[in-house]
């Protein structure tokens, strides 16, 4: 393999941009800092990091494409043993679809809405002239199978929006090996999925690069996912290499503490509390948006004792947001009663007193629009206190202050504006301001899967110190069972708007399952090698594809 | 804090014409209202820019009419503007029955030409400077609560609006301190094109006999007054039609900076 020359290989890597910040000089930064990577045919090589690492950076760029004004300014870009870096546009777009090819987050942005996925599979293969039509949609049409997809030999006559989500991420695989490139980059192609998705089409991105033999370069957030498909990973942080390993010894010998604490995420351990009368109760609870003739929640009765966890869990469309919105008060349930701390709550949020409003509070998924940007962080902590406590001046200041230091962020941020915090930054101040209304039950709408996940691990172990410290009750919903396992007493499976499996943590999650509760629970990646072979095994013995469900 | 190159200039620009309008009775070299001299002179020492069609002062007039052009156009815009994004936020915030009812109001107020509203309307009231402010303040509300309420609709739906509304905030919070801040911007921008329209406004409205009323000066009704001279090769029409733009330029200059510095997240702080 040494003597072979490498399919792949970058030295000395400098890319930069250019921000213009508003009402500044625009400034130069450097986003990547000179990092190295060599990559061999048909191998994979795992790229994973944290937002901001450089990762979709670093793997465009073996295709010499900066986006969005990025410019490579240093270093040797080699493909198949040719510069490219600095090649010009005529002999990039040789290269580009035909020895590099590239599969995007979102497959639903990336297709044109108005033609059919076969034309736009066999698009590139066409326009550089590799095969001939009918080798071509021969060719697509052994992709679609080998991927999983259903009836392969038609499903390229549908539109974009007539196949799932999961599915149209396959088709875009489909469409990034059809012309037989020597390189596939894969962009976070399972993130926006739903677990339950993502393990489907995860395997059957593997099989394909086994299959046809290409090199990859895949990108993710999640190194559970990367060590299922990559033979080596490359960890970055700040644009620069962190760690470069085998799988094996990144996930089971991680030298460098960075990599470390990306192992060990997930870590926290949370003891189930013993079964109490619940502080909320729902009893059969119905809901559905105005104008439509479908129910969005369909009977859910659960119950949640004060100073406990219910942890609401399901696939995105299950109905855990709208549960949420019922019990705010926000969308009036059609049917059904909410009690609250013993007595029952009005249905819309209108009707309910000011201290019903207190004791609920609300922390979103994304920290971003749920502060108002042109408020100080001590204006929008301090508002509660204001307005339910009736603080004022040095009295509201100080509070804000121990919020500020219950939340483990310093002095000096009472006068920052929402823009000059970090993401997790913002998401602690979303839960002072919580806080701040001295609540007995706070509602946690996918608070942590917008954060990396070390950032995401800091804010779960913060809302279990508070808890313990003030008995809220947390109603977490969330898509992620790591979450759920390290966090919840109780848990409240849903899928399509019906509460599937409920009650004390253990129970749930201990066997016998039901069919949908079990596939939830296999289909979270476990970071060790030969998961995605052992689950995708195990369900073939079974007879339960998942693939009906996609 | 810096002050980029355009925007000191519009500062510096608007500044003269602000402190000009102040101060006009002080700076007028003449009277403003009386012949001075004969027909159409030329700029010379005693008059700085000439004398216009019956012999008075043009930089006379031109300093009494900014002032009274500044002032309408002023107090109109910020009339339709204090209006116009109050409505609009509030039937953006409120929908249902309250939406569709001042909603329907502005569609009928824009659905005859606002000119001849305001032709029917000054003809049948008094005319004098607090009504033609009035008129034009209304009628050009109904451009600004269009504006307020799209922008307005797009903050409601925001989760820090629902945030607030879910705290039991009243309306006057939601509208004055999480709306409010977030629309600045697009409002800004939109206030330094409506001030000169509400100046070409006026002027439409001088010209066809409605508007400021002769001996008092206003900058459209000069040109309209020397517009003649145009075709003898005298440029007195030229004067204030300049003074007009120049206005315009250097307002939408702070207009811009304004805008630039409101978009920032950061507090203007950077």
Redesign the interface.
Known sequence: MTSEKPLLEIRGLVIEATSYPPGEAPKNVTLVHGVDVTLQKGRVLGLIGESGAGKSTIGLSSMAYGRGGVRLTGGEILLNGREIREARPATLRQIRGREVTYVSQSAAASFNPSKRLMDQVIETSLSHKIMSKPEAEARAVMLFRKLGLPSPETIGSRYPHQVSGGQLQRVMTAMALCPKPDLVIFDEPTTALDVTTQIDVLAAIKEAIQDTGVAALYITHDLAVVAQVADEIMVLRHGKKVELGTTDQIINRPAEDYTKALVSVRGIEHDEKPEAPPLLRIDCVSARYAGTTFDVLKNISIGLPAGQTLAVVGESGSGKSTLARAITGLLPPTKGRIHFDGRQLSADFAGRSRDDLRQIQMIYQMADTAMNPRQTVGTIIGRPLEFYFGLKGSARDKRVQELLDQIEMGRGFADRYPAELSGGQKQRVCIARALAAKPKLIICDEVTSALDPLVADGILKLLLELQAETQMAYLFITHDLATVRAIADKIAVMYKGEVRRYGQKSDVLAPPFDDYTDLLLSSVPEMRLGWLEEVIAHRKANGTTSGNTV | MRIPPSALIGLILTGVFIFSAIFADLLMPYAYDLPVGTQWEGPSATHWLGTDTIGRDILSRLIKGGQITIFVALAASILSFAMGSFFGFLAAVSGGWTDQILSRVCDLMMAIPSLIVALVLLSVLPLNLTVLILVMGVLDSTRVFRLARAVAMDIAV???V??A?????KWGWVIF??IL??ALSPLVAEFGLRFIFAVLFISTLSFLGLGVQPPLADWGGMVKENKDGLSWGISAALVPALAIALLAISVNLVADWVL??T??????R?
Request: glycine content about 18%.
């Open positions: 925001m989760e820090y629902e945030a509304k879910l705290r039991g905030e301190r999480e801040p977030n630039s510095r978009s920032s997240l950061k507090g203007g950077g």
